[in-house]
């Protein structure tokens, strides 16, 4: 359980979290670096990332803290998003904007 733990304290403590597959300066999959450059379209500066790729624990307790089975997965204020197809839709819907402009 402490890995379930440690993942809940990232996401209620910081108000953007990216948990990706490498760091937003260097992603190490298509998936995560199209999920940054949503974000810093979105004009977020302030994004949280935690690369998986360093630890097994998190690869793996990600996928069952949300109960999604890919990476990257995107959290606001605490609420899981979704990965980097549903943060696709909601940027070209402009939902994603309108998230980020509410917080």
């Known amino acids: 359980?402490?890995?379930?733990e440690?993942?809940?304290?990232?996401?209620?403590q910081n108000p953007v979290v990216l948990f990706m597959k490498g760091t937003a300066q260097f992603p190490m999959c298509?998936?995560?670096g199209?999920?940054?450059?949503?974000?810093?379209?979105?004009?977020?500066?302030?994004i949280t990332t935690v690369?998986?790729?360093?630890?097994e624990g998190i690869r793996?307790?990600?996928?069952e803290f949300s109960n999604w089975p890919t990476i990257p997965q995107l959290y606001?204020?605490?609420e899981f998003i979704g990965g980097s197809d549903i943060m696709m839709e909601m940027y070209q819907s402009g939902?994603?904007?309108?998230?980020?402009?509410?917080?």
């Open 30 to 32: 298509g998936f995560s």
């Open 51 to 55: 690369n998986v790729l360093d630890d």
């Open 60 to 63: 793996q307790g990600i996928k």
């Open 1 to 4: 359980m402490e890995t379930q």
């Open 76 to 78: 606001v204020n605490g």
């Open 95 to 103: 939902e994603l904007q309108q998230l980020f402009a509410a917080a």
């Open 6 to 12: 440690r993942i809940k304290q990232i996401v209620d």
């Open 34 to 46: 199209r999920a940054i450059q949503v974000l810093k379209a979105c004009g977020v500066d302030n």
